[in-house]
C-alpha cells in the first residue's frame, strides 16, 4: 500500500524527536527516512517513500527533504515538513504533511527511531557509506557525477539481508 511523500515519513520521525527531546538535523533525517524506506524494502519487497534516493557525496538524499529542510542548515529541525493546501476561504494556506498510516510502515519507522535515535549523523552517512552498499556501488560506477538515482532494487538487496538477519537471530 506505501509509497509515502518523504515528507510524510520525515514527519514521523520528527515527531518522535520532539515527543522524545532528541534534535534531528537535516543530515540525520535524510539518513533515518532512508533506513526506514530500506528497511521496508527489504522486508516488503515494495518501498517505502515514492521518491528515488541518489547518491550524494555524503551519503543517500532525497531531493524533496533536502528542499523542505535545508533552511536548517546542519542545526536541529524544529517544524514539521509542509505542503501547500487551501483554507476553507480557498485562500493558501501550509500544513503538516500528514504521517504514514499504514501500521506495518509506523512499525519500521518506530523501529528505525529505537535503534538509531541516538547515532550521530556522521555515524549515520558512514553507515550508508559501507563498502559495497548501494550508494558506494552507485557512486563507484558513476565517479564524480551528483544526484544518480539509486536503484530500489539495489537498496532492497541490502536490506534483505538486514531483515533476514534479523530475523533469524530471533
Not at 60 to 73: I, N
Not at 78 to 90: H, K, P
Not at 117 to 140: F, I, M, N, P
Request: charged share 30%.
Amino acid at each position: 500500500m506505501p509509497n509515502y511523500s518523504p515528507i510524510a515519513v520525515a514527519n514521523a520521525f520528527l515527531e518522535r524527536s520532539f515527543d522524545d527531546g532528541k534534535s534531528i538535523s537535516p543530515m540525520k533525517l535524510q539518513k533515518l527516512v532512508f533506513l526506514a524506506h530500506g528497511y521496508y524494502l527489504g522486508a516488503k519487497g515494495e518501498p517505502l517513500v515514492e521518491e528515488e534516493f541518489q547518491a550524494w557525496p555524503y551519503g543517500p538524499v532525497s531531493q524533496s527533504l533536502y528542499r523542505e529542510f535545508k533552511q536548517f542548515g546542519g542545526g536541529p529541525i524544529t517544524q514539521l515538513g509542509t505542503e501547500v493546501c487551501f483554507t476553507d476561504d480557498e485562500e493558501f494556506d501550509y500544513r503538516p504533511v500528514a504521517t504514514p498510516e499504514d501500521e506495518f510502515a509506523q512499525r519500521v519507522i518506530g523501529f528505525v527511531w529505537d535503534k538509531y535515535k541516538d547515532w550521530k549523523a556522521t555515524e549515520l552517512s558512514d553507515l550508508s557509506h559501507q563498502s559495497g552498499w548501494a550508494w558506494e556501488r552507485v557512486r563507484r560506477r558513476n565517479p564524480g557525477q551528483r544526484s544518480i538515482d539509486i536503484p530500489n532494487p539495489d537498496i532492497k538487496t541490502d536490506f534483505e539481508s538486514l531483515v533476514t538477519k534479523k530475523a533469524g537471530s530471533e
